[in-house]
């Protein structure tokens, strides 16, 4: 059986999401009483949020591959990191890593280009609207990225950073969010939306009036855990 890695904690909450979804879909195809094997290794969100906001990008990354190599140790066979933001670094860590990744960036561009999707919305945090990491990927799927307004994404930040992260999903944040979504949507075209932070879909995923499809990269990225728990290879 293949051992997957997990670096969670960068938030809590969809930490969680992560390992139930798991759990669920393991039993879906299994269906014996099994369950995976599963390493959750949860590191300082904030630590990581400060070293993004500081732009200390090499900090960042010595930092997450030394919880890398700790859980190349505990004898994961391949490992993801549950959040979006700290993808900014991932070719690096790539890289470097001692074990395989699994990028939630380039399986969310395969979602999207199965969908056949030319022109997306982008919500995250600042690092991940302002950063390259998801243009450079999507933009070479022939996909087009389009973020809110600058105003737009320092009101998705701090309902992130204060709201969100701390478990707090409330129904006057969740409609301001999808007024964006319909402002995109209607200004700007877009056919579908990125949720880039894996606890925008607990105030999203169950929004009434989706207009267009959202890629929920949390869903997304377990999809490739459960092929990469299948696959042949290290760890059978």
């Known amino acids: 059986m293949k051992t997957v890695g997990i670096i969670g904690g960068i938030g809590p909450e969809s930490t969680i999401e992560y390992y139930r979804f798991i759990i669920a879909a393991w039993r879906k195809q299994k269906q014996n009483g099994s369950y995976p094997s599963i390493i959750i290794n949860s590191i300082d969100w904030t630590k990581v949020i ?16 030394t919880e890398l190599r700790r859980m190349d140790r505990a004898g994961a066979d391949f490992a993801v990191v549950a959040a979006n933001a700290p993808h900014v670094v991932f070719d690096a860590l790539r890289d470097k890593s001692p074990i395989p990744l699994i990028s939630i960036v380039e399986a ?69 969010l999808m007024d964006i979504v319909e402002r995109l949507r209607v ?50």
Request: aromatic share 10%; with cysteine.
């Open 50 to 65: 400060n070293l993004m906001g500081d732009k200390r990008f090499a900090e960042l990354t010595e930092y997450l591959l």
């Open 187 to 236: 200004q700007e075209g877009i056919e579908g939306l990125i949720l880039g932070g894996t606890e925008l879909p607990l105030i999203l995923r169950d929004a009434p009036d989706q207009k267009i499809p959202f890629l929920d990269t949390t869903m997304i990225h377990v999809g490739q855990i459960m092929a990469g728990l299948f696959s042949e290879g290290r760890g059978d």
């Open 108 to 176: 969310t561009c395969q979602d999207a280009t199965s969908r056949g999707l030319k022109r997306v919305g982008l919500f995250g945090i600042k690092v991940v609207t302002q950063g390259s990491f998801y243009f450079d990927i999507f933009s070479k799927a022939g996909i087009s990225l389009v973020v809110p307004t600058l105003d737009e994404q320092e009101y998705i930040h701090e309902k992130y950073l204060n709201e969100f992260v701390n478990g707090v999903f409330l129904a006057e944040t969740r409609d301001g």
